[in-house]
């Protein structure tokens, strides 16, 4: 979850708050936001007209300016490179309608002394996408800011749990040892900060490296990876690296690994390459092949590649609400989607384990997700129905509850860009559909 220089200062408060959704932002603190209704991108003519009027035109360089991003989010493949992750030749897998459907007046507390309801809840953090399976089948369906069905939508840190889920398949697999130094896979990083750093040190993102997704501090190395993956351009005359592949060698090491967590999508962007160093495959074929055609997806997936085609494996995955859905609900089958066995159920009883709550709650600002812990690129709560969570900037959501047989995606472009903003009401919200598809 990453974007510095926001020139919104609602958005420049919540990026230096913390970096990556690890802060804690207090109500108290909350600043004042845009109606949303008045940040839609059709309403505000955003890229309309041929050509648009300068000061409607979204850019690389401006998306970063809300609600410019809210059109990127659903049109980043128009504003530079990507690799399509094809859905396959098959039929597309059916997502069947529920014989109940969920209201948009479901009511549940709003962690305020309130409550609030499914509609209002979907106002209130910018939703531009909410979908909700119950069995399997699909219970809630909504596009309230001109997101199409059949159109994908940028999931940022939602990717990484993209590359958690891979890597783990080909550890249970027996391709990838997570107890191995990184640099037997990629020789290239002997000398950097993952020198002597384990595989499974960079899944539970345990790495000590010299590198922060500071966004109140320039000289901070988000903005530097940045123009590496080609999301943001470098500043006139840098010298700054301009892909993944030459960036990650420059970083060094800091503290010891294994010692705590701290998010850093740098991690991430190794085991993507790593991936790709052990199949002897693209990252968006390996997708493709592994993953999106046997779920039976609807449509391609994208991702966003670097300037010598290297793809943003930490944020640049691009995907529909109803494939993103057939995800989830694979992976709270166990593995188990459209008639096949598609990934291990070792993998997923892997990924639902954990990692230690007590080396999460070592990083700055994570009192407010206290239990949780992250292990191997996924969110784990601990919590008594054994959920499972991707995240991603501005409210990306993939909520798997396998006691509930619950599987919500919510995408989303918040003002503030920390998932930690809304934490405390999404929780509340996943809790309310848990209850009500049980009443089902």
């Known amino acids: 979850m990453l974007f510095p220089r926001l020139p919104f200062a609602l958005v420049t408060l919540a990026a230096a708050a913390a970096a990556l959704g690890m802060a804690s932002i207090s109500h108290a603190q909350a600043?004042?936001?845009?109606?949303?209704?008045?940040?839609?991108?059709?309403?505000?003519?955003?890229?309309?007209?041929?050509?648009?009027?300068?000061?409607?035109?979204?850019?690389?360089?401006?998306?970063?300016?809300?609600?410019?991003?809210?059109?990127?989010?659903?049109?980043?493949?128009?504003?530079?490179?990507?690799?399509a992750v094809w859905r396959g030749a098959g039929t597309p897998s059916t997502l069947p309608a529920a014989a109940r459907a969920l209201d948009d007046a479901l009511a549940f507390a709003d962690g305020k002394g309130g409550t609030t309801t499914l509609a209002d809840w979907q106002k209130a953090t910018y939703t531009d996408g909410l979908l909700v399976l119950h069995r399997g089948r699909v219970v809630y369906e909504r596009y309230p800011a001109g997101l199409q069905a059949h159109q994908p939508h940028v999931l940022w840190s939602m990717s990484k749990s993209l590359v958690g889920l891979l890597v783990t398949e080909l550890i249970q697999e027996g391709l990838i040892d997570p107890n191995a130094l990184i640099p037997r896979y990629l020789p290239e990083l002997a000398t950097s900060a993952w020198a002597d750093a384990t595989v499974q040190q960079a899944l539970d993102m345990t790495t000590g490296v010299q590198y922060a997704e500071n966004f109140a501090d320039p000289a901070s190395g988000v903005f530097q990876y940045l123009a590496a993956a080609g999301l943001q351009p470098a500043p006139p005359g840098s010298s700054a690296a301009k892909s993944m592949a030459e960036f990650l060698p420059t970083l060094r090491k800091d503290g010891e690994h294994g010692s705590a967590f701290a998010y850093k999508s740098v991690d991430t962007e190794v085991l993507g390459w790593l991936l790709q160093r052990v199949t002897g495959k693209p990252y968006a074929t390996l997708l493709s092949e592994r993953i999106w055609s046997r779920?039976?997806?609807?449509?391609?997936?994208?991702?966003?590649?670097?300037?010598?085609?290297?793809?943003?494996?930490?944020?640049?995955?691009?995907?529909?609400?109803?494939?993103?859905?057939?995800?989830?609900?694979?992976?709270?089958?166990?593995?188990?989607?459209?008639?096949?066995?598609?990934?291990?159920?070792?993998?997923?009883?892997?990924?639902?384990?954990?990692?230690?709550?007590?080396?999460?709650?070592?990083?700055?600002?994570?009192?407010?997700?206290?239990?949780?812990?992250?292990?191997?690129?996924?969110?784990?709560?601990?919590?008594?129905?054994?959920?499972?969570?991707?995240?991603?900037?501005?409210?990306?959501?993939?909520?798997?509850?396998?006691?509930?047989?619950?599987?919500?995606?919510?995408?989303?472009?918040?003002?503030?860009?920390?998932?930690?903003?809304?934490?405390?009401?999404?929780?509340?919200?996943?809790?309310?559909?848990?209850?009500?598809?049980?009443?089902?």
Not at 37 to 48: I, N
Request: net charge positive; aromatic share 6%; charged share 15%.
């Open 31 to 83: 600043p004042q936001l845009p109606p949303p209704e008045a940040t839609h991108p059709v309403t505000l003519q955003l890229m309309q007209g041929f050509p648009p009027p300068p000061d409607k035109i979204v850019r690389l360089a401006n998306i970063l300016k809300y609600p410019n991003v809210r059109w990127a989010a659903q049109h980043l493949r128009e504003l530079g490179p990507t690799a």
């Open 295 to 440: 779920l039976g997806a609807q449509e391609d997936a994208y991702v966003f590649v670097d300037a010598n085609g290297g793809p943003s494996t930490s944020v640049g995955v691009n995907a529909t609400l109803r494939d993103l859905g057939r995800l989830g609900e694979m992976l709270r089958a166990n593995g188990r989607f459209n008639g096949q066995q598609i990934v291990a159920p070792a993998t997923i009883a892997e990924l639902r384990k954990g990692a230690d709550p007590a080396q999460f709650d070592k990083a700055p600002g994570t009192a407010m997700r206290a239990g949780y812990s992250y292990h191997n690129q996924w969110w784990v709560p601990h919590d008594a129905d054994g959920t499972l969570e991707a995240k991603g900037l501005m409210g990306q959501h993939l909520h798997i509850n396998p006691a509930a047989e619950l599987v919500v995606v919510k995408l989303s472009t918040h003002p503030v860009p920390n998932t930690a903003f809304t934490h405390a009401l999404d929780r509340q919200a996943f809790a309310a559909l848990a209850r009500a598809v049980r009443a089902l």
